[in-house]
């Protein structure tokens, strides 16, 4: 026995649904879960691994798809896969406070794995667990933005939890090689992005072994780039300065 399914509808299961207004009417897409982030920041090129269907719909929940009439009204085309990447970019995605709920719980742990990852205990120069970042940042009430990477979230924590604890990011270790004629003058203007140098030898080129702020590589790098004119060498001896174990709140 076969069941009739009208021609203007389509099942779908296992759907992330990203919604769309457009002159006055609603305008949805039935994508793969967790598939929308991955192409909004880029990582995922292939349109056909994040929509199930290339078709425009007013309703996914209940199959039914958009007349093409309206489409045109609406966008100006009746290319569906055109209309499918704007919704994509440009909607809003529809998730249930249960999905919403763990979202933010599983992007709160990967803000506070960040922060374990690139901080130490100043004083002590060993990192936190991720355990305890998390800690501290209920204890400061920090609220989860759903639409910033957890990257720059984890920037955000930094900031907020050294009011609370002692902690900063990790240290890098650096070598410079500098060509001995503009080594001492640019050495002046390296200075104050230095926070600790560790060792100096004048021979025939200066070299210095240094401890940074993650913060300032770029600007380091570009700095003797210029002012050497190519022939000065940066050289990263170590990520992160920690030492072994891990800090404990006392």
């Not at 292939?46 to 078709?55: A, G």
């Not at 719980?105 to 374990?116: G, H, N, P, S």
């Not at 970042?133 to 930094?158: F, G």
Request: aromatic share 6%; glycine share 4%; with cysteine.
């Amino acid at each position: 026995m076969s069941i009739f399914t009208p021609t203007n509808q389509i099942r779908l299961t296992n759907v992330a649904v990203v919604r769309m207004k457009r002159a006055g009417k609603r305008f949805e897409i039935a994508c793969y879960k967790n598939k929308v982030v991955g192409w909004r920041s880029g990582v995922e090129k292939d349109l056909d691994e994040v929509l199930q269907t290339h078709s425009v719909f007013v309703n996914v929940s209940k199959g039914q798809v958009a007349k093409k009439e309206d489409l045109i009204s609406a966008f100006g085309t009746d290319d569906q896969t055109e209309i499918c990447k704007q919704i994509l970019t440009k909607g809003e995605v529809q998730v249930s406070d249960k999905e919403r709920h763990t979202q933010l719980e599983q992007m709160f742990r990967d803000i506070a794995t960040i922060v374990a990852d690139k901080c130490v205990n100043p004083e002590t120069k060993r990192p936190y667990t991720v355990i305890l970042i998390e800690r501290a940042m209920k204890d400061i009430h920090y609220s989860v933005k759903p639409n910033k990477s957890t990257k720059q979230q984890a920037l955000e924590v930094i900031k907020q939890l050294k009011e609370k604890i002692k902690i900063e990011r990790a240290h890098m270790r650096l070598r410079f090689i500098l060509p001995v004629n503009e080594g001492k003058k640019l050495k002046e203007k390296l200075k104050p992005l230095m926070k600790v140098v560790e060792s100096e030898d004048y021979g025939q080129q200066l070299e210095i072994v240094c401890l940074i702020d993650p913060g300032c590589f770029r600007e380091i790098d570009e700095l003797i780039k210029k002012e050497t004119k190519g022939k000065g060498s940066l050289e990263v001896l170590n990520l992160k300065d920690v030492e072994e174990g891990d800090e404990r709140f006392e």
